[in-house]
């Protein structure tokens, strides 16, 4: 008998077509009846295969294996497909906290909780969406600096410009296409993402990973001050934690300010993150006095 084998989530993404094709049954265990066939399970197979229980059925024509991804199948007995918000942190791009934790494309698309992008797509027979489509749901479940954080991801963990990105999508109303223009691929983490975007908002000239002389790539540069972006699961070795300490002596000695930044500074601190920069700012301390970097875009 055929054994289907399931893969963690912790696949590499290297296109979005591969994205596509990795995610679109081997690895999280969910299929369609067509994907079994092309994987050369027939219907007699299959009907054995549900009747000793190596594959149950969420939804007819939809196959699950024992080691499947659950989400993935609670989105197909849902009625759907997982996607957008889901999708994404699916395939292990950043998202931010605060969002429910199933978004679901419904099949027939005019279910009042189904989420839906701009073209008239229905949903596949793949049980979770490609990286284009849950993007473009994602545009109307998230907020703008969200969705531009995990565009960010995308693109850095995929190593797609903009361009190239915004190129895999269909036609996309105006606000998208802006929102498209405030992502930025160099971009490491989602904190710096949305501390970035944040930034820019309030009326900073924000500099993207700039080159400090001693110190080498920061993540932020506002004038003077430089800011360094945590992520979530940041847990230093005694290497970077020393590394980091060093970076911090070099900044000062070269008369840069630097600010530490976490995930609980940025996600739920970040009026008080913003106080300090003004403070700083306001004082008119930020400003270098002679260029010290070879990047003083
Ligand atoms: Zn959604």
């Given at each position: 008998m055929t054994r289907l084998t399931v893969m963690g989530d912790q696949s590499v993404i290297v296109s979005v077509a591969s994205a596509t094709a990795t995610h679109g049954?081997?690895?999280?265990g969910v299929y369609f009846r067509d994907e079994l066939a092309a994987l050369g399970i027939g219907e007699r197979e299959r009907r054995l295969m549900v009747q000793t229980g190596e594959l149950t059925v969420p939804r007819k024509d939809w196959y699950a294996a024992a080691t499947c991804s659950p989400k993935v199948k609670e989105a197909v007995k849902a009625g759907g497909v997982l996607a957008c918000v889901s999708a994404l942190s699916y395939y292990g791009f950043w998202v931010p906290p605060g969002y429910r934790d199933l978004h679901v494309r419904s099949a027939?698309?005019?279910?009042?909780t189904s989420c839906r992008g701009y073209?008239?797509?229905?949903?596949?027979?793949?049980a979770v969406d490609p990286v284009t489509t849950a993007l473009e749901c994602a545009a109307r479940c998230m907020t703008e600096e969200d969705w531009i954080a995990v565009c960010d991801s995308v693109q850095n963990t995929m190593n797609l410009s903009a361009e190239a990105l915004r190129g895999e999508m269909g036609s996309l109303p105006k606000y998208v296409e802006a929102m498209f223009g405030k992502t930025d691929a160099r971009t490491q983490s989602g904190t710096e993402s949305v501390s970035r975007v944040r930034l820019r908002g309030c009326g900073y000239k924000v500099v993207v990973q700039p080159e400090i002389a001693e110190?080498?790539?920061?993540d932020l540069r506002v004038g003077r001050l430089v800011i360094e972006c945590d992520g979530r699961q940041y847990h230093s070795s005694a290497e970077e934690f020393q590394n980091d300490r060093t970076r911090d002596r070099k900044a000062a000695v070269g008369g840069w300010i630097v600010f530490r930044l976490t995930y609980d500074d940025v996600l739920f601190g970040w009026d008080e993150v913003l106080q300090d920069i003004r403070a700083i700012t306001q004082k008119d301390r930020h400003r270098p006095r002679r260029p010290r970097t070879k990047s003083g875009r």
């Open positions: 049954g081997a690895v999280h027939r698309g005019k279910s009042k073209s008239p797509k229905a949903a596949g027979r793949t110190v080498g790539r920061a």
